[in-house]
């Protein structure tokens, strides 16, 4: 199976890391960071009933990410939210750029 036929599984940080109370509320960034690092072997392997390789993006929002956050996108109103939360956001042409340029 090629990079282009693993399907893209997105894992929703506050809601996974919510769903057991150990205390994640002390150190949002940690439990984000333990979360990131348990999913690394489910790339490979795969999820129960999802066989591998699995592409897996990790999406994290507030307190957890606390460093700096960088959005590509050009949707107006996606820029405005994000910067209202403090991250920067550049265009598409940061990663397309123009073929005739």
Same mark, same amino acid.
Do not use: F, H, K
């Given at each position: 199976? &090629?990079?282009?036929?693993?399907?893209? %599984?997105?894992? !929703? $940080? $506050?809601?996974?890391?919510? &769903?057991?109370?150990?205390?994640?509320?002390? !150190?949002?960034?940690?439990?984000?960071? *333990?979360?990131? !690092?348990?999913? %690394?072997?489910?790339?490979? $392997?795969?999820?129960?009933?999802?066989?591998?390789?699995?592409?897996?993006?990790?999406? %994290?929002?507030?307190?957890?990410? !606390?460093?700096?956050?960088? =959005?590509?996108?050009?949707?107006?109103?996606? *820029?405005?939210? =994000?910067?209202?939360?403090? $991250?920067?956001?550049?265009?598409?042409?940061?990663?397309?750029? &123009?073929?005739?340029?």
């Amino acid at each position: 199976m &090629s990079e282009d036929d693993a399907v893209l %599984v997105i894992v !929703d $940080a $506050a809601n996974v890391v919510g &769903s057991v109370p150990d205390g994640w509320w002390r !150190d949002r960034r940690g439990a984000a960071t *333990r979360l990131r !690092d348990s999913l %690394v072997p489910y790339a490979a $392997a795969g999820l129960p009933g999802l066989p591998g390789p699995v592409e897996l993006v990790l999406v %994290v929002e507030g307190a957890a990410p !606390d460093r700096d956050c960088v =959005v590509v996108t050009a949707d107006r109103g996606l *820029r405005q939210r =994000v910067e209202a939360y403090g $991250a920067r956001c550049v265009g598409p042409r940061t990663v397309r750029p &123009s073929r005739g340029a």
